[in-house]
């Protein structure tokens, strides 16, 4: 019985000693220098002083989007991972071209997820003609950009990203199987409006705490 009671009290300490992660943590401002700090919730610097950054937000809220000048800030130390601004975390995308994306991690969970839009490039092959016999007379590419958007998710204890689709889900829940036999029960179509519901519900069943220093 005592032994009990003490394992019961040392749980106890170790549940007090850690906050579980929810949509509803607290994340405290600054720079994540490597997602290590990010599961721990313990940015490596502060950030600076965001008075002086030329910042904004999308229309959805989505991307905090940063001048050149202030990533040579944040980067003056090496890469970031992502950051927290106004106690939300935010994610590093790096792009082909242009500069690095800073996307909200839309869910916090044991399986996060966040979205982007982007365009993506692709070479389209254009007829030229002669403007006076209406001839064609050659060809060449011209790059098209076509909006799109990536779905993405992350493995909270382990840092592991890839893609949001139902074979990577189907991959990422095989320790619930009674979700994972609803999730092999679906029909193609209904992928689209069930599997982000499946996300939501299997983070609501595993539990995962930060473990506070």
Same mark, same amino acid.
């Given at each position: 019985m005592y032994r009990f009671l003490l394992l019961l009290l040392l749980f106890a300490g170790q549940q007090l000693a850690a906050q579980r992660l929810s949509q509803n943590t607290v994340f405290k401002a600054g720079v994540y220098r490597q997602w290590e700090d990010f599961k721990q919730n313990q940015p490596k610097q502060p950030l600076p002083d965001t008075s002086?950054?030329?910042?904004?937000?999308?229309? *959805?809220? &989505? +991307?905090?989007? =940063?001048? %050149?000048?202030?990533?040579e800030v944040l980067d003056a130390q090496g890469p970031i991972w992502g950051l927290s601004?106004? %106690?939300?975390?935010?994610?590093r995308v790096d792009q082909p071209k242009g500069p690095a994306y800073l996307?909200?991690?839309?869910?916090?969970g044991k399986i996060s997820?966040?979205?982007y839009r982007y365009f993506k490039e692709h070479e389209l092959p254009m007829?030229?003609?002669?403007?006076f016999s209406g001839q064609a007379v050659g060809q060449k590419t011209i790059i098209n950009k076509e909006p799109s958007s990536k779905e993405r998710i992350l493995q909270f204890e382990?840092? %592991?990203?890839? *893609?949001? &689709?139902? %074979? &990577?889900?189907?991959?990422?829940?095989? *320790? *619930?199987?009674? +979700?994972?036999?609803?999730?092999?029960?679906?029909?193609?179509?209904?992928?689209?409006?069930? =599997?982000?519901k499946i996300l939501l519900i299997y983070n609501d069943r595993k539990a995962v705490?930060?473990?506070q220093p």
């Open positions: 002086s950054w030329a910042k904004s937000l999308s229309p *959805d809220g &989505n +991307l905090l989007l =940063l001048s %050149e000048a202030s990533w601004f106004r %106690e939300q975390p935010y994610i996307v909200h991690l839309h869910v916090v997820y966040y979205y007829t030229i003609y002669d403007p382990t840092g %592991e990203q890839t *893609d949001f &689709n139902y %074979e &990577n889900l189907r991959a990422w829940i095989q *320790d *619930d199987p009674g +979700l994972l036999q609803s999730l092999e029960a679906l029909k193609a179509e209904e992928y689209e409006d069930k =599997l982000f705490y930060i473990q």
